[in-house]
């Protein structure tokens, strides 16, 4: 699998779909925290006969991991300018992004930071911490303290990014001139509604939509659901 070398991190990624890109905006996907680029394989293979498709694992994720020297702290400011670099690297001018969870943070990111981010649908996005339940918060700090008594440093730089980031400002949001599309789950237990609304609400071009039945992890639960927003918006 082709590897990319970015700030001393060693980035996983994988194409897939059709060559041509002049007449198809490329298709970035980006996953969750703690995840890596699988959690697309109920998608790819319904768009890829219309799409190109650039995947990647995130740094300190799947396959991607720090070079001689890299380091394992994360952030999504970070995080956002790894993709930006590739796909600068594959020679794309302007693209769109399909991110979950943390995907969608890096996705919002990359678009305060390039006008190269064309449209963008968001899967269970939040904008700071507060965006997220307070269950979710507990079951995130629980998990930190089981890694700190492993020891196990990566999990616990895992757990402390969604713990103290994102922290994207209503300014931020009113900055970007991509189109965007949230995708929320009426049952998402993560995610508060307000907020997902707010950055709605704040984005210049957005609209937001709730998903039956889906709690948050969209992607794998109701992949109907995304395939369908990518064919009719993307």
């Known amino acids: 699998m082709p590897e990319f070398i970015v700030d001393n991190q ?7 779909g059709i060559e041509e890109t002049k007449l198809k905006t490329p298709l970035l996907m980006l996953h969750g925290n703690g995840e890596d680029m699988h ?5 790819v293979p319904h768009i890829e006969d219309t799409k190109h498709i650039v995947l990647m694992d ?3 994720h799947g396959e991607s991991h720090p070079a ?8 999504y400011s970070v995080m956002a300018d790894d993709a930006i670099a590739l ?3 594959l020679g794309y001018k302007e693209y769109d992004i399909v991110g979950y969870s943390d995907g969608a943070i890096i996705a919002l990111i990359m678009a305060r930071k390039t006008y190269a981010v064309r449209k963008i649908i968001a899967i269970g996005v939040n904008a700071n911490p507060d965006g997220l339940n ?3 918060i507990r079951h ?4 930190y303290r089981k890694a700190k008594r492993k020891k196990d440093e990566r999990n616990m730089e895992l757990a402390r990014l969604m713990l103290e980031e994102p922290n994207i400002t209503l ?6 001139v991509a189109e965007v599309t949230i995708l929320l789950g009426k049952k998402d237990p993560c995610i508060d509604r307000k907020q997902s609304e707010a950055i709605a609400d704040a984005l210049p071009h957005c609209s937001h939509m709730l998903i039956d039945g889906a709690g948050h992890g969209i992607p794998t639960t109701h992949p109907r659901a995304v395939i369908d927003c990518i064919r009719t918006l993307l």
Not at 140 to 143: G, H, P
């Open 10 to 16: 060693i980035i996983h990624y994988e194409i897939r």
């Open 39 to 43: 959690l697309f394989d109920a998608i």
């Open 58 to 60: 995130s740094r300190c």
């Open 68 to 75: 001689e020297g890299g380091s394992i702290h994360l952030s």
């Open 87 to 89: 796909m600068d690297s």
């Open 134 to 136: 307070p269950a979710a």
């Open 140 to 143: 995130i700090k629980a998990d």
């Open 171 to 176: 300014a931020d949001l009113s900055r970007i």
